[in-house]
């Protein structure tokens, strides 16, 4: 069983900032769309981490879905409790809405082998399968109430990480059932949500093999992982995860109990955080950077392209200057809507930071 680094009031907080601050997906600013990467197995690695200059994009291409099963038959009516201690039943399975802030529901939908019943789609939700459905989001990550009727869907799986939640209870109000799962995303409850939106549907046998399978290719590639990534704690990089939207001043250091702490360590780097005693989320500040002294510097991808890049960054907060990061301009930034995803990609989402920390010539 993978074990559980967030909290629920961190991974709140990071719904409400990533929602404020208007995420959006894509690829990493250049004219270059993202390739796949390489596998861990064929990368060629580094002798030594640490003497690598230069940033690197992790990159995750679209890749086709894979159902645990085919057409399954949804076992009607179900009740259920949701995340929120709300009782639902769902009597009708064949018109699906689902809907977070990184796309993590659909893509579960989907691998149950239910995406023919998907009738729309968030802007987070962009592999090819469900790229020609209608959004039912405006202005980023804003649920739309007309959109969402217009589809007459049967039935509603969400979270807290998208509003306004006005629009939740207006489709509550006009007969819809409305799951609302849990909003965390970490290593520890890849299954348990998997299995959640399943039991919603009525194919808790189908969630239980993806839960399986999910976790079992998250291992593996953890130990993959753990096999070419320094061993010694005074080998290891040293990490930290930066949060950062330059136009809306929002620099924020992901601690412990985040998510990024849990993503830090699958990848097989030290937590810098758990050393200076930061927890949570929290603005930085050049004194906790300096004291960090991070070798490399994991960023969401917008976020890196809103201050304009690695030199964009150093101007801003200089203190990065003074570490063995910003000297080496050790920046790995990944797209927003999976690097913290942690939904059924999650095995490829470690692979390909591994790769862009651990192999980064094989990502050119």
């Given at each position: 069983m993978l074990r559980p680094f967030t909290t629920r009031p961190a991974a709140l907080t990071l719904v409400l900032v990533t929602a404020a601050c208007g995420i959006t997906p894509g690829g990493h600013g250049g004219a270059t769309d993202d390739i796949a990467s390489v596998a861990l197995a064929d990368a060629e690695i580094l002798p030594d981490p640490k003497t690598h200059v230069g940033e690197t994009h992790a990159s995750l291409a679209d890749s086709g879905i894979a159902p645990i099963a085919e057409s399954p038959r949804p076992k009607l009516p179900v009740t259920v409790t949701d995340a929120q201690g709300t009782e639902v039943t769902v009597t009708?399975?064949?018109?699906?809405?689902?809907?977070?802030?990184?796309?993590?529901?659909?893509?579960?939908?989907?691998?149950?082998?239910?995406?023919?019943?998907?009738?729309?789609?968030?802007?987070?939700?962009?592999?090819?399968?469900?790229?020609?459905?209608?959004?039912?989001?405006?202005?980023?990550?804003?649920?739309?109430?007309?959109?969402?009727?217009?589809?007459?869907?049967?039935?509603?799986?969400?979270?807290?990480?998208?509003?306004?939640?006005?629009?939740?209870?207006?489709?509550?109000?006009?007969?819809?059932?409305?799951?609302?799962?849990?909003?965390?995303?970490?290593?520890?409850?890849?299954?348990?949500?998997?299995?959640?939106?399943?039991?919603?549907?009525?194919?808790?046998?189908?969630?239980?093999?993806?839960?399986?399978?999910?976790?079992?290719?998250?291992?593996?590639?953890?130990?993959?992982?753990?096999?070419?990534?320094?061993?010694?704690?005074?080998?290891?990089?040293?990490?930290?995860?930066?949060?950062?939207?330059?136009?809306?001043?929002?620099?924020?250091?992901?601690g412990e109990g985040s998510g990024a702490d849990g993503l830090i360590k699958a990848v097989g780097g030290y937590d810098v955080t758990q050393e200076i005693g930061w927890s949570g989320m929290k603005p930085v500040n050049d004194e906790a950077i300096i004291d960090a002294q991070p070798d490399l510097i994991i960023m969401m991808t917008k976020g890196l392209e809103s201050v304009g890049g690695v030199d964009g960054l150093l101007e801003r907060l200089p203190a990065i200057a003074n570490t063995p990061a910003g000297q080496n301009r050790r920046i790995v930034d990944m797209q927003d809507s999976q690097v913290l995803s942690f939904g059924p990609r999650t095995a490829e989402v470690l692979n390909s930071l591994a790769v862009a920390i651990y192999a980064p010539e094989s990502t050119k």
């Open positions: 009708d399975t064949s018109r699906i809405l689902a809907l977070d802030i990184y796309g993590t529901l659909s893509q579960t939908v989907f691998e149950l082998g239910l995406g023919d019943r998907v009738v729309g789609r968030d802007i987070s939700t962009q592999f090819d399968e469900a790229k020609d459905l209608p959004l039912v989001t405006s202005n980023g990550h804003d649920l739309n109430a007309e959109a969402i009727l217009e589809l007459d869907p049967t039935v509603i799986l969400t979270d807290t990480s998208l509003g306004p939640w006005d629009v939740i209870l207006q489709m509550r109000d006009s007969g819809i059932p409305v799951v609302v799962t849990d909003s965390q995303r970490s290593l520890d409850n890849v299954a348990s949500l998997t299995n959640e939106v399943a039991a919603a549907l009525g194919v808790p046998a189908e969630g239980e093999k993806l839960a399986d399978r999910t976790e079992a290719e998250a291992v593996a590639k953890q130990a993959e992982i753990a096999a070419i990534a320094p061993q010694a704690v005074q080998d290891k990089l040293r990490m930290v995860f930066l949060y950062v939207r330059g136009q809306a001043g929002v620099y924020y250091m992901f």
